[in-house]
């Protein structure tokens, strides 16, 4: 996760009152076709194909019908402990320079009307594979963007957070409206974001006090939410939390492998683990995602990879890797594990890894290129402070 991602990620349920035993828990768990044995007449193109298909397989290519694909899974970098992005001469071809960077800074924050904001540092960063400037104020506002130009953008007003706002409210649809009004007074069209998704602070709509809308563009009936205009705020006074501008590079590769193969190839890396649980289900969908290296790391040391989702886990012994960045159609496949939710959570050490796992099938070359801990509704309840109910 990079650091923007982490700040995001931390906008979740940041409010919600729940018991500290389960805050706790939570807390912890954070972070070759077979040949007939007969004689049978095989064509001279036959034979060719086949001994084509090797040589391609054995060379890092995919033979898919009568198309070739490259493979784009790379063997990834291992670091071990938290490493800052080291910022290269190569990185810095192209980027803004901090004379430019500030006036691109006082244009951003005079659209959004903030106009009394005082720079309090400013520092060019590695983000991945980005390279970004960011930007702190004497207000507790941060703004992050693209050096090299682009349309990119992370602002956030950590002080509306200490101000009165907790009795402000609307609904759902109410949200969704002034969001699109927001974005157009600040100047942002929405005509090309086809998908809404809309969330809240709290538990439910009529205690929620910020809100939170993602317009994504959507191809071939995928949402990208790589492509994104996300923007959080307060309702009545219309004030932000934050406003963000996401624009990968979705590279539109073909399908060719099925759901099927797709099933068969999570399955197979799932017994590399060799955790033994029971599998409750396993489903597929089409998406859209970015490759990494979480599927990577969890196979190569089971134990580490839920050892270091802990948050006490040091930072010092944190093994990291990294791989390219590219944006793909992918399967999505959950394996979802049959382990009674109250077992968990009765448990010493609430561990995420538990609920099952979510790998990424690139939908072309039917290699495994990411993945990611699957989204679970988790309803508990509580009666004096013990749990009684885990659904």
């Known amino acids: 996760m990079d650091n923007l991602d982490k700040k995001i990620y931390q906008e979740i349920n940041t409010n919600i009152e729940i018991p500290i035993m389960l805050e706790t828990k939570i807390k912890e768990g954070l972070n070759n076709n077979k040949i007939e044995n007969k004689k049978s007449y095989k064509s001279w193109s036959k034979i060719a194909t086949t001994a084509c298909a090797t040589v391609i397989m054995t060379a890092g290519i995919v033979y898919a019908g009568t198309a070739i694909y490259e493979k784009i899974w790379k063997e990834p970098t291992e670091t071990i402990g938290i490493v800052n992005g080291n910022i290269t001469e190569e990185d810095l071809k192209g980027t803004m320079s901090e004379k430019e960077a500030k006036k691109q800074a006082e244009e951003i924050f005079n659209k959004f009307g903030y106009i009394t904001e005082k720079i309090k540092t400013i520092e060019l960063e590695k983000d991945g594979d980005s390279i970004v400037w960011h930007i702190e104020t004497n207000n507790k506002l941060s703004v992050s963007f693209d050096a090299k130009g682009g349309k990119e953008l992370w602002l956030?007003?950590?002080?509306?957070?200490?101000?009165?706002?907790?009795?402000?409210?609307?609904?759902?649809?109410?949200?969704?409206?002034?969001?699109?009004?927001?974005?157009?007074?600040?100047?942002?069209?929405?005509?090309?974001?086809?998908?809404?998704?809309?969330?809240?602070?709290?538990?439910?709509e009529e205690?929620?006090?910020?809100?939170?809308?993602?317009?994504?563009?959507?191809?071939?009936?995928?949402?990208?939410?790589?492509?994104q205009i996300r923007i959080a705020f307060i309702p009545e006074i219309n004030e932000l939390r934050y406003f963000i501008i996401t624009e990968g590079k979705y590279e539109n590769n073909p399908i060719e492998i099925t759901e099927e193969q797709a099933k068969e190839t999570a399955l197979k890396e799932e017994q590399k683990i060799n955790i033994n649980y029971k599998i409750k289900e396993t489903r597929a969908e089409l998406g859209i995602a970015a490759m990494n290296t979480d599927a990577y790391a969890r196979t190569i040391d089971y134990k580490q990879y839920c050892e270091q989702a802990n948050i006490k886990y040091p930072d010092e012994k944190r093994i990291e890797y990294h791989t390219d960045e590219r944006i793909r159609k992918v399967w999505k496949v959950t394996i979802e594990y049959d382990i009674p939710m109250k077992e968990i959570f009765l448990e010493d050490s609430f561990n995420m890894c538990d609920l099952g796992y979510t790998y990424y099938i690139d939908a072309t070359t039917g290699e495994i290129i990411g993945g990611e801990s699957p989204n679970t509704n988790i309803k508990v309840i509580y009666e004096n402070g013990k749990l009684v109910e885990v659904n």
């Open 156 to 204: 956030f007003s950590d002080d509306i957070l200490f101000k009165d706002i907790h009795n402000y409210r609307t609904t759902r649809e109410e949200a969704a409206k002034t969001a699109r009004k927001l974005c157009e007074k600040y100047g942002y069209d929405l005509s090309e974001y086809s998908n809404v998704e809309i969330g809240f602070n709290m538990d439910t």
């Open 207 to 227: 205690e929620s006090y910020i809100w939170y809308v993602n317009f994504s563009k959507e191809l071939d009936n995928l949402v990208d939410r790589y492509n």
